[in-house]
């Protein structure tokens, strides 16, 4: 068998305190009392001395149920002891049923169940970016701490969340699942959203264990093409991608989920670098980690392995504790045992690893722990009562972002006759987005029917399709290649567009819906044109033809280039998928009765050949400076240079004024800290929220570092009229960073401090680190 190791020369100089001051947040996790420890370590001993080898590898099979594997050969598995956890199956009824069989198993071992909730269970609220783009902890806690306890009163133990791959390419699919470009924000996400599924007991009936994915860097992938090569500085890779990781083990994840793509040529799944040195040494974690789907046999594809059983040896001595859905260690670790090429040491390992998650989820006091009783099983799986149509509304209200306003088209005036066009207005699958878990369509509400509800008998909505999403008819097959989600109207092109235009020529307004379906921005949906498909361009440019004010709400899984549809229209909305009560807060937004705050997660670029383009660059020796462009510089020649809408951006129905920066010193001692202090004013005529931001940039270091980074932020709310002085406190500790030696520490010098309500318009301070 052949040997692979990543060891780089730099990586040998990691000193025993890698990571350990590194947390963008404070953690505050739940640390069991010794006595507990004491307890469960020698129970597991315990059982694991009773175990046969069979029964071992059955505990590190983490199953699929589906056609190829239909739950009647699951439960003749658990029966002999050949499953350690199930996912794909999300009510009560069949988790039971597979849960009744253990009493037939010899050691009664119960599996624990788990499913891909991302954001929400049965309540569905708006996709991950949408979640990031409210900026607002306590709604992105209050969607977790639900989505939990939908998920536990489903009787699953585990979430495979949260997404917290950092990704700065927006043709990639899964940027849908996550929180952005920036590492500080989607460490701060990562961690609350850990907190509120765990609480600070993952065996609580109302709570799951979190598997944080996808580990490592898997939103680096080349050309933002799924599953694709990562090849990355270390310095990059430590700084920028790998502290959500981090953040969430932080707030006490249980579980960790591999990554599919390889790093620097080792695939994550065989990479012991990734999952021993750093993961289990560095970071000190002592939870489960599991593979990602197929990924076991994918090593094989990758060229690292020369055959599947080659592949089980190098994953379980990487550190992959549970193969997830390919059976790699059930049909070859036995076989690999006998011939010494893993040790029982190896194996014993990873089985303490299943067990003690078990143990964490309550499973061994109680196998029924979230499944409770029978009597308690729900009479109907999807009712209505069991939805929480409430919360759903106020978080995705808070997760849109108002992109362009001018001359106050919104809100709008809930009079006259408004026309409501495009085919997502009316899409109640595309309204939950991708990762919809077991969210059912018919009880999503639609920007028509929320539009209707909203304004009641006050005004006219007329409503005309105007477009199919995509007419590309190899798009519309591979989207419904799997499962038909996107149905075209059999009408031509210019039919829908006629329609949609007399349907305009007699409204006051034009309220057009464009942008993705749900499966344009899902795994396995990476694209190369991240425009509006041409179909409903057509429209938009026939309608923009009857010269009635035009106001476009977007429904998209990424940022989308927009250069022509900012010129044409006079307002633009970005909800992105909203969920479960998407219609209806749109239509809040809309009407006014909510003044939109949220800011976007991600650069939108003007061009798909300016990606990746995000916010914490690197300077370089030649910088472009848009005040006083010069030929030989970093820069585009043939078009206009930087982004289409920056990071940390989105306007309000309010106005907002940020006076110069504070600093409460001119230096920092290493033991200190430094305050910078802002007026924020809502300046307008209506009540409303900004997040104000502060970055920082270290100018001048032992390596270049980023023009600005992300180091803090607030959400405040503001009466017209109103003030609030926002004070961000700086220390020592928010200086660091990872130097060439990969050390996490400061080094004096002057840093600028910039304080604002987007990462371009800024004031600007700075002190001196001593």
């Known amino acids: 068998m052949k040997s692979h190791h990543f060891i780089s020369a730099v990586a040998l100089l990691f000193s025993s305190q890698l990571f350990a001051q590194s947390g963008l947040v404070a953690a505050d996790t739940h640390t069991i009392p010794q006595l507990q420890v004491k307890e469960r370590d020698a129970f597991i001993t315990q059982l694991m001395s009773k175990m046969t080898l069979t029964e071992k590898i059955g505990q590190l099979n983490l199953v699929s149920v589906g056609p190829d594997n239909p739950k009647e050969k699951i439960m003749a598995d658990i029966r002999a002891d050949k499953v350690g956890g199930v996912f794909n199956t999300v009510t009560k009824h069949d988790i039971r049923q597979m849960q009744d069989q253990v009493q037939y198993s010899r050691l009664k071992i119960p599996p624990f169940y788990a499913y891909d909730v991302v954001h929400g269970q049965r309540t569905i ?50 940027v849908s699942e996550g929180f952005g470009e920036d590492t500080y924000l989607t460490s701060r996400l990562a961690f609350e959203m850990v907190k509120a599924y765990q609480g600070n007991d993952p065996s609580r009936p109302d709570s799951v264990m979190a598997n944080v994915k996808h580990y490592a860097l898997y939103g680096a992938a080349e050309g933002g093409r799924d599953y694709n090569t990562v090849d990355m500085s270390l310095t990059r890779m430590f700084n920028d991608y790998m502290p959500p990781y981090k953040a969430a083990l932080d707030a006490g994840a249980g579980g960790v989920m591999v ?117 308690t099983d729900p009479v109907d799986t999807n009712a209505e009562s069991r939805l929480h149509r409430a919360e759903a509304r106020e978080v995705a209200r808070a997760s849109q972002v108002l992109l362009k306003n001018d001359n106050h088209t919104l809100p709008l005036q809930k009079k006259g006759t408004i026309a409501l066009i495009g085919a997502l207005a009316n899409s ?41 999403i995509i007419d590309d008819k190899a798009i519309y097959d591979y989207l419904n290649s799997y499962e038909k989600q996107v149905f075209n109207d059999p009408r031509t092109p210019q039919q829908m567009i006629d329609e949609a235009v007399k349907t305009a020529q007699k409204a006051d307004v034009i309220v057009a819906v464009v942008g993705e379906s749900q499966g344009m921005a899902h795994e396995a949906s990476s694209r190369a044109d991240i425009s509006i498909p041409q179909p409903q361009q057509d429209l938009l440019k026939a309608l923009k033809a009857t010269g009635k004010p035009l106001v476009l709400v977007l429904m998209n899984g990424r940022p989308l280039t927009l250069p022509w549809e900012n010129q044409i229209a006079d307002a633009m909305l970005e909800t992105w998928f909203s969920g479960t009560e998407g219609g209806h807060a749109i239509a ?132 017209p009229g109103e003030e609030k002085l926002v004070t961000f406190t700086i220390n020592e500790r928010d200086c660091r960073f990872f130097n060439n030696q990969l050390k996490w520490a400061s080094e004096a010098g002057k840093f600028n401090v910039f304080v604002g309500l987007d990462s371009q318009d800024l004031k600007e301070n700075s002190f001196l680190l001593l």
Do not use: C
Request: hydrophobic fraction near 40%; aromatic fraction near 8%; avoid cysteine.
């Open 125 to 174: 609220f708006p996709i991950s970016l949408g979640l990031a783009s409210s900026w607002d902890m306590n709604a992105v806690a209050t969607s977790a701490r639900i989505s939990a306890e939908e998920t536990a009163a489903d009787g699953l133990n585990m979430t495979f969340s949260p997404m917290v791959d950092i990704t700065r390419d927006p043709r990639w699919g899964r």
């Open 259 to 375: 990554a599919l793509n390889s790093v620097n040529g080792i695939p994550a799944t065989s990479n012991s670098w990734l999952l021993k040195d750093i993961l289990r040494d560095q970071w000190k974690f002592h939870g489960l980690t599991v593979s990602d789907h197929g990924a076991i046999g994918g090593l094989v594809k990758h060229g690292v392995a020369e055959n599947d059983r080659q592949a089980a040896a190098m994953a379980l001595k990487s550190g992959v504790d549970m193969d997830m859905a390919d059976n790699m260690y059930g049909q070859y670790l036995a076989g690999l045992l006998k011939d010494g090429l893993v040790s029982q040491q190896d194996i014993d390992r990873a089985v303490r690893d299943v067990l003690t998650a078990k143990w964490d989820m309550g499973l061994f006091i109680d196998p029924y722990r979230h499944l409770g009783a029978a009597s």
């Open 428 to 468: 109640q699958r595309d309204m939950m987005g991708s990762w919809s878990a077991a969210g059912v369509a018919k009880q999503s509400v639609t920007l028509l029917q929320g539009m209707k509800d909203v304004i009641g008998n006050k005004a006219t909505i007329l409503y005309a399709r105007g477009s199919n």
């Open 588 to 719: 809040d937004v809309l009407f006014g009765d909510y003044n939109p705050s949220g800011k976007l997660p991600m650069t939108f670029p003007r061009a798909v050949g300016q990606i990746p383009l995000y916010n914490s660059v690197l300077n370089t020796g030649r910088p472009f400076n848009p005040q006083k462009p010069d030929k030989y510089t970093s820069r585009y020649f043939d078009m206009t240079n930087g982004p289409l809408f920056p990071f940390g951006y989105g306007l309000s129905y309010t106005q907002f004024s940020v006076s110069d920066i504070h600093m409460s010193a001119t230096t920092l001692a290493k033991t200190g800290d430094v305050k910078a202090s802002v007026m924020v004013k809502n300046t307008g005529k209506v009540a409303g929220a900004t997040v104000v931001q502060l970055y920082m940039q270290d100018v001048t270091a032992s390596i270049s570092r980023p023009v600005k980074e992300l180091k803090n932020f607030e959400k405040v709310y503001l009466a």
